[in-house]
């Protein structure tokens, strides 16, 4: 009998070995043109007609990867196709754009899409870890008898504690299992979320992603420090920025820039801190002046000037910086075209609480148990990740938006930004004024003509501070940029960080004349 026991024992670790729960391989079709405009911006869509998995179905598509000509492309948007019940978890459009955003049904390249599905049904995935373990349970049992014949009650002992360790190993080897399935079902967005819960990795963080924000009792919205942003974690968490080089103490540093605003400063889009224009600038500093200047990225995705307001007087004047640059008045635009405006902007301004759109956070001492994990991953695919802006801001009809910026002008972000500037001299602080780049392509929230009217006059109110309070504005800023600089309509690509970084410089070098280390 004990024979037999090991024999069990040893195959099945010998197939938990070759055959681990999640263990998975690719499969790989052609798709073929025609290719379908769909409804998500600039994409074309295939549909692709996969084996029946009860795994798969609207709430759980299967993570689909597309290929142009052998090269991966961006995560596809995937989602079902079927007409019929017969068609449901088989039919489903993978929707993807092209590496140029050409049509792929004249480009000429070849598109291929890849799936993986797993080596073992589910219930062979469990069944054999629970044979495994119940048999070395059953060997040890035996051993015991055997063995430990007196006293008794050590033996009592032996097979109690051999009782408690095989629950626990089966609760993990089985919840290891069910883990390891659920990870290579679920879609890779949610994988890599579940990752950066754990700190095991960093890839994923969408930008405006709510999952880089967690709720704050003042701010209503920072940014998440346990977060990963577009496949790094590079949010400070004591100021709550995007930096991730440690700030120094005051008298360690010559000089210190602070820039505040929203995604434009924050440098929304760009995955590494180091392509941001406030970094860049930063580098064009301590390259003609030394390593003791700071230039700071106080921006965050949706911030109003309101809300740079009081992320200054909270955390950020304890910078002590020289100057302050403020590149202010898109996120201004929202609260205008939503009913009244209000001069706290809770016309537009929604009270958030992350428990169901941010990521969750993890127990240290429990997270060593893979049931704990699989729990988690669970919590994680029942949350639900969206912009961050669907989560605070209230949105009107599109048919409001018009009438109602013509009848709430900008008087509200002029006050607001003249307490700001105020404030700023008040403290002795130098302050630069930095007009918005909007150029109008259709990737805006709402209509680009009524965002485009907003920038334009808040830019004017920007110019009118900066002349009030006799302060510093780039009105070169204004015409320097071009659709090429852009990601969309107002966030920088590499080119158009660059060109601002290299502008802001020249500025600041002609205007402000910083004193260079000895």
């Given amino acids: ?98 590496s140029d955003r050409s049509d792929p049904n004249t480009n000429g390249r070849a598109y291929e899409v890849t799936y993986q599905r797993p080596r073992l049904p589910l219930a062979v995935s469990v069944g054999l870890p629970f044979i495994t373990a119940t048999a070395g349970l059953l060997l040890a049992m035996l051993l015991v008898e055997r063995l430990l014949v007196h006293p008794p009650a050590l033996r009592r002992i032996a097979l109690t504690l051999l009782s408690l360790g095989y629950t626990v190993v089966l609760l993990e080897s089985v919840g290891g299992a069910l883990l390891a399935d659920r990870l290579t079902a679920t879609q890779l967005p949610v994988r890599q979320l579940y990752e950066q819960v754990f700190h095991i990795g960093s890839e994923g963080g969408a930008p405006g992603s709510s999952a880089n924000f967690r709720s704050h009792h003042y701010l209503n919205f920072v940014l998440n420090p346990d977060a990963a942003y577009m496949g790094e974690r590079q949010f400070d968490a004591h100021y709550l920025i995007r930096r991730k080089e440690p700030i120094r103490a005051r008298a360690q540093v010559s000089w210190r820039a602070l820039v505040l605003g929203g995604s434009t400063t924050f440098g929304e889009g760009i995955a590494r801190e180091e392509d941001t224009w406030v970094y860049r600038l930063e580098q064009k500093l301590r390259a003609a002046h030394g390593q003791g200047y700071d230039v700071v990225d106080g921006g965050v995705p949706g911030y109003s000037v309101v809300e740079n307001f009081l992320h200054y007087i909270l955390l950020l004047d304890e910078l002590e910086p020289d100057v302050v640059v403020l590149f202010v008045g898109l996120n201004d635009i929202p609260p205008r075209l939503t009913g009244d405006l209000a001069r706290d902007y809770s016309n537009n301004r929604r009270p958030w609480r992350d428990d169901a759109n941010t990521l969750p956070e993890a127990n240290r001492w429990l997270s060593r148990s893979v049931v704990y994990r699989y729990l988690m991953l669970r919590e994680v695919e029942r949350r639900r990740f969206a912009n961050i802006a669907y989560y605070v801001q209230r949105w009107s009809p599109p048919s409001g938006q018009k009438p109602a910026l013509e009848h709430n002008g900008p008087d509200i972000y002029r006050a607001h930004l003249r307490n700001l500037v105020r404030l700023l001299l008040a403290q002795g602080h130098r302050v630069v004024i930095v007009p918005q780049v909007f150029l109008p392509s259709g990737f805006s929230f709402g209509d680009p003509t009524l965002y485009a009217r907003g920038v334009a006059e808040h830019n004017q109110v920007n110019e009118d501070v900066a002349r009030e309070f006799h302060v510093s504005f780039v009105s070169a800023a204004s015409s320097a940029f071009d659709r090429s600089d852009l990601l969309d309509d107002c966030h920088f690509n590499q080119q158009g960080n660059e060109k601002m970084a290299q502008l802001l410089f020249a500025f600041l070098e002609s205007q402000l004349q910083p004193v260079t280390d000895q």
Avoid: Q
Avoid at 4 to 22: E, F, R
Avoid at 67 to 72: C, V
């Fill in 1 to 98: 009998m004990a024979g037999v026991l090991a024999g069990v024992v040893l195959a099945g670790a010998l197939a938990l070995w070759l055959l681990p729960p999640g263990s998975e391989r690719e499969s790989r079709l052609v798709l073929r043109a025609p290719f379908a405009t769909t409804d998500y911006i600039g994409s074309h869509g295939a549909t692709v007609e996969l084996p029946r998995w009860w795994r798969w179905s609207p709430e759980n598509p299967p993570p689909l990867t597309v290929y142009e000509d052998g090269k991966k492309l961006d995560p596809a948007m995937v989602k079902e196709a079927g007409a019929s019940p017969e068609d449901a978890g088989r039919r489903w459009t993978a929707s993807f754009l092209t």
